[in-house]
């Protein structure tokens, strides 16, 4: 029973040698070349069954990608003269949408800020105190007005965040180095 039916892809040269070169690439994310074969087994005339099969991969997979390929096939045919635009057309192409997602709460200069509060000494604020605590902080940063609220788990997930790691090599100098 054969598998479902897709619409036939074409390369131009230009596209197909493009696609070629990446899946060669050493420094290419596998993801990029994956989805660059999934594109050249089609152009070669495999179908969906036969892609999944040769590829390793979900037939799911295949039909999201080629549908994605012939969505931007005009786009791609006109920047066939400026091989620079075509090869970053098709990278971003075979690249992963944008995620949707909730916007940050709170904005990286009232994070900064925030981290910046946690710097200064309690009692400079009237706090007795002599570190802080989440609960402390947090209210801090509402009396301040950073913010008009906010939790202090969100406040210690923050300063949790900033901390400085510890470096994997040896910041001292060597010996005869």
């Not at 994070?111 to 710097?119: D, E, G, N, S, W």
């Amino acid at each position: 029973m054969p598998g479902p039916s897709a619409q036939p892809l074409s390369l131009t040269s230009s596209q197909y040698e493009i696609l070629c070169t990446l899946t060669r690439q050493h420094t290419a994310p596998q993801r990029l070349v994956r989805r660059a074969r999934i594109i050249l087994a089609a152009a070669d005339g495999l179908g969906l069954t036969e892609t999944t099969a040769c590829l390793g991969i979900n037939i799911t997979t295949v039909q999201t990608w080629r549908k994605r390929w012939l969505e931007a096939s005009e786009r791609l045919l006109a920047l066939e003269e400026d091989r620079p635009a075509l090869v970053q057309a098709i990278e971003e192409t075979l690249s992963d949408a944008p995620r949707s997602g909730t916007p940050p709460t709170f904005s990286a200069e009232e994070v900064a800020q925030i981290i910046a509060l946690a710097c200064e000494e309690p009692a400079r604020y009237g706090r007795p105190v002599t570190h802080w605590t989440a609960d402390e902080l947090a209210e801090e940063v509402v009396e301040q007005g950073i913010t008009e609220s906010i939790s202090p788990r969100t406040v210690g997930r923050f300063l949790k965040r900033s901390r400085a790691q510890t470096p994997s090599e040896s910041l001292l100098a060597q010996p005869g180095g």
